[in-house]
């Protein structure tokens, strides 16, 4: 792909994150995406041939970029503190997910797209967190499917009536402290 | 209401309280209600006029059992032990509002019902959590609102594919941790 193609691509892909959040992804309107992202509605049906191919492409785009971010803080020191970042954008995440899994769900390859994008997530969430649990910054006893499934749950939470206007990152704190080491004895 | 009457209503409401959980309460059948309760079903109609109303009367003797327990167990010492086992309640509860609410809320006086239990909720959460943070037995910093959001979202994540058999128990484990007072400088 050319470099302009390329760019005009990311910038669908983005304008399409920003509709799908404000209107619903049943909603979107394929003509606001293009405008918003500057390039005809040619160009949009020439990456995207359908609303699901769309669809599914912001999807995978928001799952690589979780990757790429977990790969990015597994450089850093120290390991609790990459998996902690990387959990709040893992919550970030589930927010964006909630928007558009109805929509996608229901497209023929749901099975495909979804098993691919949850094993990038899983193992992207596994290497931080045995990387914590190794150097003792984070407790032995939970695994990826308490993190994953954490996160997950704290988004919808979040997102309940009368919650705090800050309800996930009041929740996200009190799981952090929870996920260190516990002094023995206490529970 | 004579002991026997009393001993009926109750019976019905624990025995629509397992339908409900089994079938779900849209599909649940009066007649297997009022034979498993051991009436007959006009002893049921006699107590409940509607399906709406014996799901309305489930849903509060959920609360006041709720509320009950609270009540026993802030004789209790230490408090923080106290909060705990009514959280496990909780979280037990927000369960069976899931399996109930649907339902609940189509009906004409769902906002009276749900308010009055949520307003019943909150004042024994809220006195639990006073005294264990009076006594030191929890971190200042979070509120009854957090503490509601935390166990649905407990209930939410157990509930999800893939999790693991015990997923409510392990997590609510961790955030247990979570509430505890943190040793300073450690955030």
């Given at each position: 792909m050319r470099a302009?193609?390329?760019?005009n691509r990311q910038r669908l892909l983005d304008a399409a994150l920003q509709v799908y959040a404000e209107r619903g992804?049943?909603?979107?309107?394929?003509?606001?995406?293009?405008?918003?992202?500057g390039v005809g509605i040619g160009t949009l049906y020439r990456h995207f041939p359908t609303r699901q191919a769309l669809l599914?492409?912001?999807?995978?785009?928001?799952?690589?970029?979780?990757?790429?971010?977990?790969?990015?803080?597994?450089?850093?020191?120290?390991p609790g503190q990459a998996?902690?970042?990387?959990?709040?954008?893992?919550?970030?995440?589930?927010?964006?997910?909630?928007?558009?899994?109805?929509a996608l769900m229901s497209g023929p390859d749901k099975s495909e797209v979804a098993m691919s994008c949850s094993t990038m997530?899983?193992?992207?969430?596994?290497?931080?967190?045995?990387?914590?649990?190794?150097?003792?910054?984070?407790?032995?006893?939970v695994d990826v499917?308490?993190?994953?499934?954490?996160s997950h749950a704290l988004a919808i939470a979040a997102d309940m009536p009368h919650s705090h206007p800050d309800q996930g990152e009041r929740l996200m704190s009190v799981l952090l402290d929870g996920l260190r080491p516990q002094p023995p004895g206490q529970s």
């Open positions: 302009d193609a390329r760019r992804a049943d909603d979107a309107s394929l003509d606001e995406i293009a405008r918003r992202a599914e492409a912001v999807y995978r785009d928001q799952v690589e970029e979780l990757c790429a971010t977990a790969r990015e803080l597994a450089g850093q020191t120290p998996l902690e970042r990387w959990l709040r954008a893992l919550m970030a995440f589930a927010t964006t997910k909630k928007n558009l899994s109805t997530v899983r193992e992207a969430a596994a290497g931080l967190l045995a990387e914590a649990q190794r150097t003792g910054q984070v407790r032995g006893d499917v308490d993190l994953l499934r954490m």
